[in-house]
């Protein structure tokens, strides 16, 4: 079947929370035709003006036409939903709007269509509302005609693109407009936020200017709107000129943290990214979904060090999307990364860190070996070739191995199609260097693998590169070794342990990445079992005085990350950041500031003198440091259990970030019972549903509120499952969550999901009881497998 168009014609009840539509498709088929429909109830269909009948089945709309070429026609009603996929209803304080999510499948919620990536269209929309209303889509309007009470606005054709990409925003909104190169730059918030408005503004017009000059192409719309909506399940939506944010992950005023500028900078650039790879070329099918997601991931890091070179953001991706990656997929319940897709649950659920972080880490990978111009070359001649259609991973590689000349497409293959990375283990054999590969699980040993792997190594301070295609490597070292590093600067999607060898890498010139690197090893080699933990809290001594941002930043995550498991990290815990801060009193940075916020948060969950400290001078909160604000409020928390108080900060907050920084502050506290009492909030109404799994993220890392948190899901999982249909978000929180609520209580959470099987979430849940049980063989063998307790 091939469609050329679609004009749909809306007419929004947006008080009652309703529409009317009508769809007319133009469109050829060799038989009936067949389009996908949601929740919608089919009045009439016409075939070049002639009914004609139809039937609806599951998600199927088939429309008995036989043979078909031109005109069908579709009227049809549906309602503006609670959920928060399709056209949906997302409140603030005094209103609501009405926005669309339709990535993956949901477009059908709103017209009946062919829901499938590779079926391109042109979209012409008319919308009929109330008067005092904005309304928001891809392309500015052509014209709007006002008629008492209501108003109908009309859009032009927009270029040809995937149903996912079309949007819909009704309500009232501000905007804050600027106008560079002919493209119109506008950002849209409810009223009263646009003061946050001025930064994603800026970061805006440079990341399409950066993307122009890098892709060789210009932006193909005449307006850019960047729309803060107040309810929202993913971070941010790519549709063509029209994308759509949470409000933490656009907006920035004069409060703002530097940790949330930094994550607004990375946000609009990976979706403006987008724009290029996805909107302009896009995935033939959601196989290919990685492909989208990893390139605007790998992108976003490349545009926000060219606008802020200070924040050295390559740092940040290693410790954010290589590191997440290589912790999903060192699971047997993981995924490749290009991976089969049969349903739409099928799809939501790899929306994950395999598809953004180990997809966006092979490519930083390939183009260390391919060359970054290169690299870029091919990237240029792929847009250009597939621009307005559809295209496969194969067809990038094609043209990156095309510029560079070098063996891309059998390296890409191999590891997109094979789940797990491996672990390279080095020792000295007479005057050689044996390299032997095995995939490495956290689970324990396997088999030896044969990954073509490009690695970068450094012997006795000269530099080399060699592609290791087979399970055993052997490299002459003439003379003796004296120091060793493999993976320089983190480039290779593997671990290194280095037998009997680790004396030589301290003794080599390390970067700040790759004393990262040797210490992020350190840690999964010891949940794995191959390293001693005695030899991991010596491993961490040497990092105690440590000076530079991203190493430090690894070693309080790894605290952070054992403390939710264990007591036994508390004391290591303390030294390290009371050490840490008082090193970092002494910078400026806004590097620094970061960390600084994010260690103090830490110290003062296993502190009391120190968060009592902090408490101290929680009157002077406006005023205080924004990245120091987390901390204070945890502070709070912890000595004064003020619940109340709290909770109205809670609720008086004005910025997305206040918010969430008084929802963790209302999961730490150290009375269980308190913790609790945060839970019960989630299912109230008094929070919004994108704050839920904020809620439930926080509570689940603190040992005091481990039972509760368990409690409160099993009571309530059906109620999550309704709030997150469609969305993917609850499997996601799974598999992070499964591995910390599960200890002390393995077989009741099991059992609990034996009995109650929900597609959505069945791979979650798959890798998050794996990683309980590693985390369960751990503590045995630490010795560590007691009760939480609560620190004082």
Known sequence: MKIESYDLFLDVDLRNLRFDGKVKIRLESEGDVKLNSVDLEILEVDANGKPVKYSLEGEVLTIKSGKFAGQLGIKYRGSISDKLVGLYKAAYDGGYVASTQFEAASARRVLPCLDHPAYKAVFKLTVRTDSD?????????????????????????????????????IGKFEE????????????????????????????AKDSVKFFESYFGSKYNLPKMHLIAVPEFAAGAMENWGAITFREIALLVDKDSSIRIKKQVAEVIAHEISHQWFGDLVTMKWWDDLWLNESFATFMAYKATDSMFPQWVVWQDFVRGETAGALGRDSLVNTHPIEVKVNSPSDIEEIFDDISYGKGASIIRM???????????????????????????????????ERTSKTRVKAIMTEWIRRPGYPILSVRTEGRRLRIRQHRFLLGGKSEPSDWPVPITLKVNGREQKILMERSEEYIDVPNSLESLKLNLDQTGFYRVFYDGLYDKVWLAELSPVDRYGIVSDGYAFTIQG??????????????????????????????????????????????????????LAEKQDENTAVLRGSMASRLALVDMEYANELASRFNEYDTTEPDMKQAMVIAQARTSGDFEGL???????????????????LTSFSQPTLNSRALELAASGEIKKQHVVTLL???????EGRAATWS??????????????GTGTLSRYLTYALPILGLDRSEEVTNFFHQHKAPETIKGVEAGLEKLGINQAFLERIGANEKPEITA
Do not use: C
């Open 176 to 203: 804050v407009k600027d106008r560079l190169d002919g493209v119109e730059y506008i950002v849209a918030t409810v009223p009263g936020k646009s003061s946050g408005a001025k930064f994603p503004l800026e970061v």
């Open 366 to 400: 390939l183009e260390a070996y391919a060359g970054e111009d290169q690299f870029m070359r091919g990237v240029r001649s792929y847009l250009e070739k597939y621009k307005f259609s559809n295209a496969a991973g194969s067809d990038l590689w094609n043209e990156i």
């Open 647 to 665: 909770f109205n900060n809670y609720k008086n907050s004005r910025s997305e970030e206040e918010k969430s920084r008084f929802l963790i502050a």
């Open 133 to 169: 209303a904005s309304v928001i889509s891809n392309m500015p309007p052509s014209s709007v005609k006002v008629e008492g009470l209501r108003k109908t606005v009309e859009f032009p054709n927009s270029p040809r693109m995937s149903t996912y990409l079309l949007y819909l925003g």
């Open 712 to 725: 409160w899901i099993a009571k309530n999982f059906e109620w999550l499952r309704t709030i997150y249909e």
């Open 530 to 583: 191959r390293m001693d933990f005695t030899q991991y809290l010596a491993l961490l001594d040497r990092y105690v005085n440590e000076q530079d941002y991203l190493p430090a930043f690894e070693v309080s995550d790894q605290l952070s990350s054992l403390y939710a498991i264990t007591t036994r990290v508390v004391e290591t815990s303390r030294k390290f950041h009371r050490a840490q801060l008082k090193i």
């Open 697 to 703: 993220s926080s509570a689940a890392r603190h040992p």
